[in-house]
């Protein structure tokens, strides 16, 4: 078929009903009646703003119903052009998702992983607000309408009112229009006002919608500019739920460790073969390194004192007693092993060996050279009348001892060679006699069996508990990267930097080198501390701040796991029966919980506490050694140090020689500088003075001018935060106690510094970072930072500018006479 | 006028259709044609449409235009897309110049996964829906990449206006509700059969003699076509962009993509070279889940993401071309498909 034949058909067609017409009149009648016709009544509405809430169960359930039309498309091939797109949207939500829980499982920390997702949901977000807030809100308030506007279509399909600028149905009612056109102010006296707000609608929903379009890539800017705030919030609420989650882990410690308790099936292996390799049970005597072994294999504490550190060795010297203890209960009870009913056949090899001991020490060297008869000499006579009654029935079978032998022995005793060679002589002499095997073993059975008894259930009880604790604490309050610890200790330095206030420039200087860091802080806090309040005001921020972080989280963490510990360990002693070699252990249930002296209190609850302390001590201390920084600024602004170092009666320089000295230990020291103390190797006898005069305690009172010495600056301890000035005393002994260790002027254990004695390990832990470090490394941080919001917050001012400026020169209509007038004949001139 | 003689009778309106004026027919939808392709028409469409943006579409927009189509509004689009990821690979990489330099090399670490990220998310939404196409055509017959250029009539806007005509780049299938078959007769016939592409795609149904009347029948499944492949489109190319993004985040990718130090030519080569081992490589850590905290989890989630983009592209051109053959057996009808009717 073609056109021209198509046409043809058609103009008969039309003919037809021409004549059709003129016959009925059915023409007239329907011009006639043209305007009685109505239209079919539209189906279409405008969708009612609703609150966030719904809107966002709506869009979720509107994904929903994409996903199962998706499924009909895919089954079917049935769809529309407007689900298709649907379909796109869907799509991109899908990928987003794909990459962000991709992401999310790459981030090694909380922190990281969150913010793959807030940086994924902040994009869509952004997109999602970007129109919004920016455009369409703006707009609405100034024009009561919303170039959003979403309407439900005939189909039943949800679509923008606006996003086809050709095709907008005519869905406002006159009143929502006349409201528009008093926000728009236009005249309603002109004839055509509705058609011209209306006009004016589209313009502007054009404009903005365009206006989206060349603004939107920008939306990153928001995106990231959202994560960077949002980072801080997320930092919060992630340190907040993870300390509440400290707590309540910790207060379930008792319950998550309580059901460690494993047998350890190695050990019986371990014991037997122990056992049979020293123990010749012909003989039934383990020789000594058998007690020993095993008693530390008992002792719950052993792995504490199994390690090679000596630090560690040198903080449970006291437990090498409890070993003691064990191994002397251990012998006893195999003492008593043997002499029960069953084992009388056996030897009593202790009680061979001594009386041949002794015996050997009456012959005299002369009396061994010239005897002719070893048989006829009294000292042989004497000690075969000895050995026979210990050998029951042996007597028959007893074969004389060899000259040689003898001579053998005799020479080994004299030389103090070991015991071991003896004893094979001893074996050689017993040879024949009737010792009973079987009874043997089974002494050695028993023994193995006891010991492994006491091992599973109550070594293994009570160093399941330990070794629980440890991993529990190392998990939660160990110093891991965004542990709470760590993100609090950053409050306290920001705080610092705030009070210092650095600009970019100086940050920019203070980032290169510990020395350019150095020499701005002290600048600054020569500064600072000239001005009384606003030396008070960074004291009192950064203490707040640092006693926050050790009362708050690490002292109350490390308290209630103390307690937990003890409950765990006391429930342990607890169920140790009377019987055990370990019961002695029970005694020290009495002392749990009680409040005493450090050194006072059960081993292995110093032994916690300090191996909890070492988890905190170097995050504590490093957020002293900038209030010490600080302190020392004033202390030689307000001349309390020069006096002090004049009380001390010191031959150096003060300004051009202490000050310098003093400035290089609070900034510098790193842990390696404090052990190798090279600056004040040079300095002698004056170095006893610089330690104390940096370091001395703060209750010190010259009793000569009655003046007390204080260790802070006045000015720092009447603004310090109270509870932290303990905690700030603790850290400054701590490293007079490092410097006093090698002046020979202090060992461990010594009070001179306020009575600290701590291992080595800790003590280092509790010098902390030094703060020429800190501070470089946190300027270069805050540098950064500064340069990416310069550079990038100055853009997206500036495009938020453009965009909202670029919205008070929308809805100028064209054309807006063809509205308000009319010629004679009713109609308007369109190209005027 | 037959109409106007007769007495008391108005006039019948003139067919508008049928009387036009020779100028307005040239400037009707007749002048639509579908355009031949060659490998650079892709991105010709595409600068024309940037360039079109900039200058055209966006000032249009601005003024309010009553002429803004949705075209105009889609082909917008493009802007805020190269906008986005120049501003995204910006955000990572512009300040990090100032950065001193151990934070630098760390800093830009990020900056060059970002970087990749965005150009492979960008060529994984291409190749996603490229591979479909390429399915669908070598499986159906339908090229759904089939372009057609547009003569838009426009309003005057202002006095004296005489260039009312703008040019659109369109394809065919775009609208699974109206698929432009005018074009494809308008096409056949230009060619001498205006069944040449219906009878082509009814061939690749499985009919071995030219139909008849093959739109009644081809329309309906090339439909089904267009919708399956459109959908399948949607989910797979959003999977090969985040399968693209997490090649970018992989360790290799950490590195910078060097050349030896050659010149010219040899130096693009080895540079290429680099390139494909670091995707050789990282294609290994996915797949593995390499290099991560969460082994298990990387692994899980790294294969998942490349067999969904494989599976939905396989499925998405079988789920397409699903139901579009006929059986080899087709029954003898007892209709003569050749015999001609005559319309009464």
Redesign the interface.
């Known amino acids: 078929?073609n056109n021209s034949i198509n046409?043809s058909i058609l103009d008969k067609q039309?003919?037809r009903l021409?004549s059709d017409?003129?016959k009925q009149d059915v023409?007239?009648e329907f011009?006639r009646n043209a305007n009685s016709i109505a239209p079919l009544e539209n189906k279409a509405y405008l969708l009612k703003s609703r609150n966030p809430v719904s809107s966002v169960i709506i869009g979720a359930a509107d994904n929903v119903k994409d996903v199962v039309e998706?499924g009909k498309?895919?089954a079917?091939?049935?769809?529309?052009?407007n689900q298709?797109g649907r379909?796109?949207d869907?799509?991109?939500k899908?990928?987003?998702l794909?990459?962000a829980?991709?992401?999310a499982?790459?981030?090694?920390t909380k922190t990281k992983g969150v913010m793959e997702f807030l940086g994924f949901g902040a994009f869509f977000a952004s997109m999602a607000m970007w129109p919004r807030l920016l455009i369409s809100t703006p707009l609405k308030m100034r024009y009561g309408f919303d170039i959003r506007q979403e309407y439900v279509n005939a189909q039943g399909a949800k679509k923008r009112l606006y996003?086809?600028?050709?095709?907008i149905p005519d869905l406002y009612s006159d009143e929502e229009i006349d409201k528009v056109a008093d926000k728009m102010g236009i005249d309603k006296s002109i004839p055509d006002y509705r058609q011209l707000t209306k006009e004016k609608m589209?313009?502007?929903a054009?404009?903005g919608?365009?206006?989206w379009?060349?603004?939107?890539?920008?939306?990153?800017?928001l995106t990231?500019m959202i994560c960077n705030l949002g980072e801080r919030g997320v930092t919060k609420y992630i340190v907040n739920s993870q300390y509440k989650k400290v707590l309540s882990e910790v207060n379930g410690m008792e319950n998550a460790i309580a059901n460690r308790v494993k047998a350890n099936p190695n050990f019986d292996a371990d014991v037997r073969k122990g056992l049979n390799a020293m123990l010749d049970d012909r003989i039934a005597e383990p020789d000594k390194n058998f007690y020993t072994n095993v008693s530390a294999s008992l002792d719950p504490f052993r792995h504490m004192i199994a390690g090679n550190d000596p630090d560690d060795l040198n903080l449970v010297t006291g437990l090498t007693s409890n070993t003691g203890k064990i191994k002397k209960r251990l012998q006893n009870d195999f003492n008593t092993l043997k002499s029960a009913d069953n084992t009388s056949g056996l030897l009593d090899y202790d009680a061979i060996l001594d009386r041949f001991k002794n015996t050997k020490m009456t012959i005299g060297s002369d009396d061994l050279q010239c005897a002719d008869s070893w048989d006829n000499m009294d000292i042989y006579k004497s000690l075969k009348a000895q050995l026979e009654p210990l050998v029951e029935g042996a007597e028959n079978k007893a074969r004389t001892i060899g000259l040689s032998d003898f001579m053998e022995a005799y020479k080994n005793a004299i030389d103090g060679r070991d015991d071991k060679q003896i004893k094979d002589i001893v074996k050689g002499f017993i040879q024949e006699t009737s010792v009973d095997n079987k009874a043997s073993s089974k002494v050695v059975e028993d023994f193995c069996k006891s010991i492994k008894e006491i091992y599973n259930r109550d070594t293994r009880a009570i160093s399941s508990q330990i070794n629980g604790i440890e991993e529990f604490i190392n998990s939660v309050v160990g110093q891991k990267y965004e542990s709470a610890y760590t993100t609090l200790h950053l409050d306290s330095l920001n705080a610092f930097f705030e009070n210092i206030n650095p600009t970019k420039q100086e940050l920019k200087i203070m980032?290169?080198s510990p020395d350019g860091a150095k020499r701005y802080l002290v600048d600054k806090l020569s500064i600072i501390a000239e001005n009384d309040e606003r030396y008070g005001k960074l004291i009192s921020d950064v203490t707040t701040r640092q006693a926050d972080l050790e009362s708050r989280t690490i002292d109350k963490v490390i308290a209630r796991a103390q307690e937990g510990a003890n409950n765990l360990i006391k429930k342990a002693f607890d169920n140790i029966p009377d019987d055990s070699p370990l019961a002695f252990y029970k005694k020290e249930v009495g002392k749990l919980g009680e409040e005493a002296a450090a050194n006072r209190r059960p081993l292995y609850e110093r032994v916690i506490s300090l191996f909890m302390e070492e988890k905190s001590a170097g995050i504590k201390a490093t957020g002293h050694r900038y209030i010490l920084a600080a302190d020392l600024e004033k202390r030689i602004q307000s001349g309390e140090l020069e006096q002090y170092w004049k009380e001390l009666g010191g031959n150096l320089d003060f300004t051009k020689e202490v000050v310098p000295i003093c400035r290089k230990i609070i900034y510098d020291s790193t842990m390696s500088d404090l052990s190798n103390k090279f600056y004040l190797s040079e300095n002698g006898e004056e170095a006893v003075k610089i330690i104390k005069l940096l370091f001395g305690d703060s209750r010190t009172v010259n009793y000569q001018t009655g003046n007390p010495l204080y260790g802070l600056s006045k000015s720092t301890i009447s603004n310090c935060n109270e509870k932290l000035l303990e905690s700030l005393r603790a850290t400054r002994n701590n490293i007079y106690n490092i410097y006093a260790q090698t002046l020979d002027h202090a060992r461990q254990g010594h009070n001179l510094a306020g009575g600290i004695s701590k291992c080595q390990k800790t003590q280092y832990s509790m010098v902390g970072e030094s703060v020429s470090e800190l501070v470089m490394e946190t300027a270069?941080?805050k540098?950064?930072d500064k340069?990416?919001l310069k550079?990038?917050g100055g853009i997206g001012i500036g495009v938020l500018a453009i965009t909202l400026l670029?919205q008070t020169f929308?809805?100028?209509?064209?054309h807006e006479h063809l509205y308000t007038k009319k010629d004679a004949q009713g109609g308007v001139d369109a190209?005027? | 006028m037959q109409a106007a003689s007769q007495k008391n009778l108005p006039n019948i309106p003139e067919n508008a259709y049928y009387k036009q004026t020779s100028p307005k027919k040239e400037l009707s939808s007749t002048s639509d044609e579908i355009i031949k392709r060659t490998p650079l028409t892709g991105a010709r469409v595409v600068a024309d449409k940037l360039v079109n943006d900039i200058f055209v579409y966006a000032p249009k927009g601005m003024k309010g235009s009553r002429n803004s189509n949705f075209y105009e509004f889609l082909s917008l689009g493009l802007v805020p897309n190269i906008i986005g990821s120049g501003m995204l690979i910006a955000l990572f990489n512009a300040a990090n110049k100032s950065y001193r330099n151990p934070d630098r090399t760390f800093a830009s670490i990020p900056g060059r996964k970002m970087a990749f990220g965005v150009g492979f998310y960008a060529l994984g939404k291409w190749l996603g829906s490229k591979l479909i196409d390429k399915g669908v055509q070598a499986t159906t017959g339908v090229d759904l990449g089939m372009l057609y250029r547009k003569v838009v009539t426009e309003l005057p806007e202002h006095k004296g206006d005489k260039d009312l005509t703008a040019v659109e780049y369109h394809k065919v299938f775009e609208s699974a509700d109206f698929p432009r078959w005018d074009l494809l007769y308008k096409y056949g016939e230009k060619h001498g059969n205006r069944y040449l592409w219906q009878d082509k795609i009814a061939k690749k149904m499985g009919f071995r003699e030219p139909l008849n009347c093959p739109d009644d029948l081809v329309h309906e499944k090339v439909k089904g076509v267009i919708i399956k492949s459109s959908a399948a489109k949607a989910i797979s190319s959003s999977l090969w962009a985040a399968l693209g993004v997490a090649l970018a985040a992989q360790v290799p990718f950490e590195t910078r993509i060097t050349s030896e130090n050659t010149k010219g030519f040899n130096k693009v080569t080895s540079g290429l070279r680099s390139m494909a081992v670091t995707l050789k490589d990282s294609f290994v850590d996915l797949y593995n889940g390499n290099n991560f905290k969460f082994k298990r989890g990387a692994k899980i989630v790294g294969r998942t993401l490349i067999f969904a983009a494989l599976a939905s592209t396989v499925l998405g051109v079988f789920n397409a071309a699903r139901g579009f053959k006929v059986g080899k057996n087709q029954p003898d009808t007892q209709i003569d498909t050749r015999k001609e009717y005559e319309v009464h």
Not at chain 1, 163 to 167: A, E, I, P, T
Not at chain 1, 213 to 221: D, I, N
Not at chain 1, 810 to 814: E, L, Q, S
């Open positions: 078929m046409s039309y003919e021409r017409v003129a023409y007239k011009a998706l498309a895919l079917t091939g049935k769809s529309n052009d298709l379909f796109n869907l799509g991109l899908l990928g987003g794909g990459i829980s991709y992401l499982t790459r981030r090694g996003l086809d600028n050709q095709f589209r313009v502007i054009l404009q919608n365009t206006l379009m060349l603004t939107a890539g920008f939306s990153p800017l990231s980032r290169n270069s941080q540098f950064n340069t990416w550079v990038f670029a929308f809805g100028k209509a064209k190209n005027k």
